[in-house]
């Protein structure tokens, strides 16, 4: 098993940046690749950034610019530096660690709301 905890969200103003922080602990040996998902309200849960166990990272469209998804090794946390952020960045942000390739086995964080005034 694998738990993660998720810090850092909060209300800000638009333009403005702000942190998450996600802490793994457990059977982390097993994961190859962590990343963070949003879900507003009446939408479907959408990847955010993924980074991968060699470093490799994934950002959607959407964020690709303004969010940088890192992670230290020694901490066994994953952050999401979170810039310029818009209104329609508002969402519980959810940590995501995976384990797997052929049968992919996902764990979640509680989640962190996240919201952006205009």
């Known amino acids: 098993q694998v738990q993660l905890v998720e810090s850092g969200g909060g209300l800000v103003q638009a333009g403005r940046s702000l942190r998450l922080s996600c802490a793994a602990s457990?059977?982390?040996?097993?994961?190859?690749?962590m990343g963070w998902y949003r879900q507003a309200p009446g939408k479907e849960r959408e990847l955010v950034a993924l980074?991968?166990?060699?470093?490799?990272?994934t950002y959607a469209d959407s964020v690709n610019g303004r969010f940088t998804i890192s992670r230290d090794n020694a901490k066994n946390t994953v952050y999401l530096q979170m810039n310029s952020l818009k209104p329609e960045d508002t969402a519980v942000y959810y940590c995501?660690?995976?384990?797997?390739?052929?049968?992919?086995?996902?764990?979640w964080g509680q989640g962190t709301q996240v919201t952006v005034s205009s």
């Open positions: 995501n660690a995976r384990r797997g390739s052929a049968i992919v086995i996902n764990y």
């Open positions: 457990g059977s982390i040996f097993s994961i190859n690749a």
């Open positions: 980074i991968t166990t060699g470093g490799r990272t």
